[in-house]
């Protein structure tokens, strides 16, 4: 069973990176408040951050979209492609839909807008850190095609839904194979059609748009 994101016991470790100095202050005291996180470390730019996740290895990486030296989407890029177990949120003034999918398809677990309320960011912060998926709540709608419709999301077969909740929780296509006992081909099958269905661009964007709506829990 998978832990409450909510209500784990053991703390979510989590590092921060953003180049305005009082954006960094602020929201590095609220995570410090809180009792279940636990701040690891902190950086104003994009080389010294992805430096410091390697040394400190948090659970959940709060990063700045824009930073000097390398962008928040270029360390979530780089986490995934080595293998990192840090879950990546993309933390942004703006909020169109194109730097959405791109945040996504780099890996990112996570989308939040900086005028987001403290308490909205510490709830993505624990949710991610429990292997689930955040994107902020005013930004759901900019994934959802204009054209879909209620009966074509409704279409998702019992197998496609239970195959993007274990993307979710950050399973990869040969464990979902192993657990479902399928072969890899057939996951991919399944998750092209599930992409089909919703119009999403990337497996990730399948999965935010299935929780946003409420297809998956």
């Not at 902020?136 to 900019?142: F, I, R, T, V, W």
């Not at 464990?175 to 497996?203: F, Q």
Request: glycine share 6%; proline share 4%.
């Amino acid at each position: 069973m998978r832990p409450d994101p909510l209500q784990g016991s053991a703390s979510t470790r989590c590092f921060v990176a953003d180049d305005h100095p009082a954006i960094l202050d602020a929201v590095s005291r609220w995570i410090e408040d809180q009792d279940e996180l636990e701040l690891v470390g902190t950086a104003r730019d994009g080389t010294r951050a992805i430096t410091l996740i390697a040394q400190t290895k948090p659970d959940v990486a709060l990063l700045d979209v824009r930073m000097p030296g390398l962008s928040g989407v270029e360390i979530a890029r780089r986490l995934t492609a080595s293998g990192s177990t840090v879950a990546v949120i993309l933390y942004t003034a703006e909020g169109d839909r194109a730097l959405l999918l791109e945040c996504l398809d780099a890996g990112a677990r996570g989308f939040l807008l900086k005028d987001a309320p403290l308490e909205d960011l510490v709830r993505a912060l624990r949710v991610v850190g429990g292997g689930q998926t955040y994107v902020d709540p005013s930004l759901a709608g900019k994934l959802a095609s204009a054209s879909a419709s209620t009966d074509r999301l409704a279409a998702l077969t019992k197998r496609e839904r239970e195959i993007l909740r274990m993307i979710a929780d950050g399973m990869r296509n040969d464990r979902v194979a192993l657990e479902l006992s399928i072969s890899p081909l057939t996951v991919r099958t399944h998750i092209t059609n599930a992409m089909r269905k919703l119009e999403a661009d990337t497996r990730t964007h399948a999965v935010a748009e299935a929780l946003r709506q409420s297809l998956i829990a």
